[in-house]
């Protein structure tokens, strides 16, 4: 009988969900950035493996919000939760041990999901860290980065997924269309090339992606919330928003697996972090 369910990485921002999310599936879907607070949107990559699939969702960090884009980030991470059949939740290893996730989640009741503590970036950990050897069951330690621990971390969440069928393809990798990933690379990097605090102010909109031909031709505006956040994105004689567009341009063709051209545009969407309108517009509120 195969089995077949919903993982949710769940954990404070910056705990490493997206890297290890791009570990598991083996292909770069989410972004990853070393600013907190990059993943937006639930990121969904797929991993089957013999009579297993894995859907894990990247969901953004738990945060306390001091906006409305955070607002509906928040709300992201506890649908994730609450939709999941086992709740993978991350902590560095390096700061064991791990609080109550009701505690970080600020949940009035434990999720109905069966949890496993995740102990992230054990390639950082001292070695003198105080875990219990062996760890509890419903334990796994993992470095994303040297990949040690995902098999067994693989085996410790099967073991709480329902008997299923599986719910996609056995080959497919992500249930998002590649336009969602296209505009996700854009953003990523915009946090690669922008300093301080204005990546955060970047969202993108995928205008035009023509799929049918060779390059493929996709039209993304970058907006900004202010006039002269705009002069910064596009830099002196139009050099930062081409470096955008190359660095972006790279990551997209590698997961599209075909040449692209990428045309980006600069606008401003005034105060879009605080407005539920704008929020609705760029698909981060339901």
Not at 96 to 101: G, H, N, T, V, W
């Given at each position: 009988m195969t089995r077949c369910g919903v993982v949710a990485l769940a954990g404070k921002p910056n705990v490493g969900k997206s890297t290890l999310l791009n570990a598991l599936i083996g292909e770069h879907l989410a972004i990853v950035s070393p600013k907190p607070q990059s993943t937006r949107l639930p990121v969904v990559g797929l991993l089957t493996r013999d009579d297993t699939q894995f859907i894990f969702t990247d969901s953004p960090g738990l945060l306390?919000?001091?906006?409305?884009?955070?607002?509906?980030?928040?709300?992201?991470?506890?649908?994730?939760?609450?939709?999941?059949?086992?709740?993978?939740?991350?902590?560095?290893?390096?700061?064991?041990?791990?609080?109550?996730?009701?505690?970080?989640?600020?949940?009035d009741r434990a999720p109905r999901a069966s949890i496993v503590t995740v102990y992230t970036k054990s390639d950082l950990a001292p070695s003198?860290?105080?875990?219990?050897?062996?760890?509890?069951?419903?334990?796994?330690?993992?470095?994303?980065?040297?990949?040690?621990?995902?098999?067994?971390?693989?085996?410790?969440l099967r073991a709480y997924l329902p008997e299923s069928p599986f719910h996609y393809d056995p080959d497919a990798m992500a249930t998002q269309p590649m336009r969602f990933f296209a505009a996700e690379f854009v953003r990523e990097a915009a946090f690669e090339l922008l300093h301080e605090e204005l990546p955060y102010s970047v969202a993108v909109e995928i205008d035009e992606f023509r799929e049918g031909q060779e390059p493929v031709y996709i039209r993304a505006v970058v907006y900004v919330e202010r006039a002269s956040q705009k002069g910064i994105v596009i830099g002196e004689g139009g050099r930062t928003i081409k470096a955008i567009g190359q660095t972006a341009r790279g990551k997209i063709e590698v997961l599209l697996g075909a040449r692209v051209f990428l045309e980006l545009h600069a606008k401003v969407l005034p105060k879009w972090r605080r407005q539920l309108a704008s929020l609705k517009r760029l698909g981060y509120a339901g």
């Open positions: 306390e919000p001091e906006y409305k884009l955070h607002e509906t980030m928040r709300a992201a991470a506890l649908r994730a939760i609450a939709d999941a059949e086992v709740i993978a939740y991350l902590h560095p290893l390096s700061d064991f041990p791990a609080p109550p996730l009701t505690e970080v989640a600020k949940l003198s860290t105080a875990l219990h050897h062996p760890p509890p069951p419903s334990t796994a330690i993992v470095s994303a980065v040297s990949r040690d621990g995902l098999d067994g971390l693989l085996e410790t």
